[in-house]
T-cell receptor, first 114, second 112 residues
C-alpha cells in the first residue's frame, strides 16, 4: 500500500539556519512520482518539485535542495539560510501510475523566527 | 485571471442547506480534483476528473456530489452535510493525471 510519512510534526528554527524536512515513502510500484508542496498561512498549496522514480539525481533550486534516495525510500527537502517567509506547512506526496491519486503525508509545520 | 480560482472562499451552512462550491482553472489543463483538508486527517483526495470524465471516487459519501461540465470548471454540490464535514476544500488541476497538480486557495466550509 502507498504511504507517506513525515515524522517531524513541527520544526522551529532561527532565521539563516539550515533546516531539513524528512519524507519517507512506501510503494510497491517501480514507477512512481514524488512531490513537495508548501502551504503558507493563506491556505493555498504551492507546488515545489516533482521527481519520478527513475531520476535519483539531487536537485537544487536557489535555497531549496532535494535529496532522493531509493535505497532508503526517502525524499528529503533542505532549506539553506532559512527566512521568515519560509514559514509554512510543507507536504510530501506520492503518486503511483496514471490516476493522479496523490497520497500526502501529514505535513511538517516550519516556523522560522527572526 | 490566472491559475486556479475557487468560490466562495468561506461558507457557513446548516445541515439542511444545499450549497455548491465552484472551481475554475485558466491553465488549459485536462484533469481536475477535489481534496478535503481537515484538522484531524491528512489531505484526502475526493474526486478526480480527466477530460470531464470522473475517474476516481475515493469512497466519498453521497452527500457530496461533483459535477464537471467542461475541462475548466468543477463543482462540488453539498447537501445534508454533517458538522464533521467542516474543513478546507481544495480544488486542483493538472495537464494530465501524470503531472504535478496546481491548487486553488480553497473554500473554508463550516457546517453548523
Amino acid at each position: 500500500a502507498q504511504k507517506v510519512t513525515q515524522a517531524q510534526t513541527e520544526i522551529s528554527v532561527v532565521e539563516k539556519e539550515d533546516v531539513t524536512l524528512d519524507c519517507v515513502y512506501e510503494t510497491r510500484d517501480t514507477t512512481y512520482y514524488l512531490f513537495w508542496y508548501k502551504q503558507p498561512p493563506s491556505g493555498e498549496l504551492v507546488f515545489l518539485i516533482r521527481r519520478n522514480s527513475f531520476d535519483e539525481q539531487n536537485e537544487i533550486s536557489g535555497r531549496y535542495s532535494w535529496n532522493f534516495q531509493k535505497s532508503t525510500s526517502s525524499f528529503n527537502f533542505t532549506i539553506t539560510a532559512s527566512q521568515v517567509v519560509d514559514s509554512a506547512v510543507y507536504f510530501c506526496a506520492l503518486s503511483e501510475g496514471s490516476q493522479g491519486n496523490l497520497i500526502f503525508g501529514k505535513g511538517t509545520k516550519l516556523s522560522v523566527k527572526p | 485571471e490566472t491559475g486556479v480560482t475557487q468560490t466562495p472562499r468561506h461558507l457557513v451552512m446548516g445541515m439542511t442547506n444545499k450549497k455548491s462550491l465552484k472551481c475554475e482553472q485558466h491553465l488549459g489543463h485536462n484533469a481536475m480534483y477535489w481534496y478535503k483538508q481537515s484538522a484531524k486527517k491528512p489531505l484526502e483526495l475526493m474526486f478526480v476528473y480527466n477530460f470531464k470524465e470522473q475517474t476516481e471516487n475515493n469512497s466519498v459519501p453521497s452527500r457530496f456530489s461533483p459535477e464537471c461540465p467542461n475541462s475548466s470548471h468543477l463543482f462540488l454540490h453539498l447537501h445534508t452535510l454533517q458538522p464533521e464535514d467542516s474543513a478546507l476544500y481544495l480544488c486542483a488541476s493538472s495537464p494530465s493525471t501524470y503531472n504535478e497538480q496546481f491548487f486553488g486557495p480553497g473554500t473554508r466550509l463550516t457546517v453548523l
